[in-house]
């Protein structure tokens, strides 16, 4: 089993940044892509920011120039920097990790999400 955990949501301005953390532990042999999601309350999980093995990160249009993805592979873990925050910003932020565990079988793992509330 391969485990995902998020932390560093919260409550905070309009303008304030928050620094998202993510951490995969188990018998980990590689992990190809991490990836952050958020959820708003009635609509569907999108993609914010993605960083895969040897590849530029991916971003949301909506966040380029705002957030910024960046891992640290000898921690198995990813962090999501959010600058300039907006309202609509607003929604439970998921961490996604795909990679080879134990015996190089597959696993694609998703954390419990935390909550980044942007509001004044």
């Known amino acids: 089993q391969v485990q995902v955990v998020e932390s560093g949501g919260g409550l905070v301005q309009p303008g304030g940044s928050l620094r998202l953390s993510c951490a995969a532990s188990?018998?980990?042999?590689?992990?190809?892509?991490m990836g952050w999601y958020r959820q708003a309350p009635g609509k569907q999980r999108d993609l914010v920011a993605i960083?895969?093995?040897?590849?530029?990160?991916n971003y949301a249009d909506s966040v380029k120039g705002r957030f910024t993805i960046s891992r640290d592979n000898a921690k198995n873990t990813v962090y999501l920097q959010m600058n300039s925050l907006k309202p609509e910003d607003t929604a439970v932020y998921y961490c996604?990790?795909?990679?080879?565990?134990?015996?190089?079988?597959?696993?694609?793992?998703w954390g419990q999400g935390t909550q980044v509330t942007v509001s004044s």
């Open positions: 960083i895969t093995s040897g590849r530029s990160p």
């Open positions: 188990g018998i980990i042999l590689s992990i190809n892509t």
């Open positions: 996604n990790a795909v990679g080879q565990r134990t015996g190089w079988a597959p696993f694609n793992s």
